[in-house]
């Protein structure tokens, strides 16, 4: 990567936003992964001969996707509120979500995924169960099926805790068999469910439909949505990078993959690189953990408690 001037890094030269430089130097960037892999990695002399630059390209974006979906640790957060529709629009680079949570009086409430339908499709049928077509062929369908018409009014009963069970609201109490029973006057909570014993809203999501379905109590409440995306920006490679103590890993990465997928390449030398590949990404895993042992004593220190 090009090196920029103290006064760029912090102010961007005047420019918009002010902020584009700050932490850049952590990163190398998509474009120069492929350059040197192709002036290093490549040539008559390597393993890699005559290679086309696209097929680097793929390779190298493969590696950082797999990266970002569990080895960088670098979480998205987004806020938005959740209407009476009790509807949560995935964000344009969702790819799988961490944590999603309730944001209330200055605290965040973990929600629990619902295992229950919380949101279905419907066709329009008519008196005799036919279902109904447009004049170009297609099914007619009605703004909401009668699920999510009962989970928006907040009719549609449910096995979780505090969740449209009436009088019960608020109080603790066991499922079996799909019905809740309630406190006795005497003795404990004998068969509580702890997966549903869950007094805060929850939620499913709808992949396809690329939507979080909230129960009723979640409504005009704020959601912290937690997810990680592939890293791939919305397809704009020139934005696309990596962080630095993964950059072995991805040369590595891109050289198996080449070799691997070649015909009247030696078995031993895709294993030798296979093994390099795997021992690059552990070593760049500790690094990036951040264990240092200040924390380490901080948490031995937090275990030395007196219980009274």
Known sequence: MAYISEYQYYENNGGNPEDANWGSYQYVSLFDIVNNFMLMYAGNHSLINNEERFKILFHAKRAIQELNYDAFKEIKVLELNVNQSLRFVLPPDYVNWVRISQYRDGVLYPLTENIQTLSSNAYLQDNTGRILFDIDGNILRPQNSNIDHDR??????????????GAFNGLPGYNVDGNWYFEYGIGAKFGLNTETANANPTFTIDKKSGVINFSSSMSDNLCILEYVSDGME???DSKVSVNKLFEDYVYAAIEYAIL???LNVQEYIVARLRKRKGAL?????????NIHPGRLL???????????
Not at 153 to 159: E, N
Not at 282 to 289: G, L, Y
Not at 298 to 308: A, H, S, V, Y
């Open 152 to 165: 928006i009014l907040g009719q549609k009963q449910s096995i979780y805790l505090d969740q449209n069970n």
């Open 234 to 236: 919305n397809g704009d």
């Open 260 to 262: 691997g997928s070649k």
């Open 281 to 289: 990404l552990r070593n760049a895993k500790i690094r990036i953990s």
């Open 298 to 308: 901080m948490n031995l220190r937090g275990g030395n408690k007196w219980l009274k």
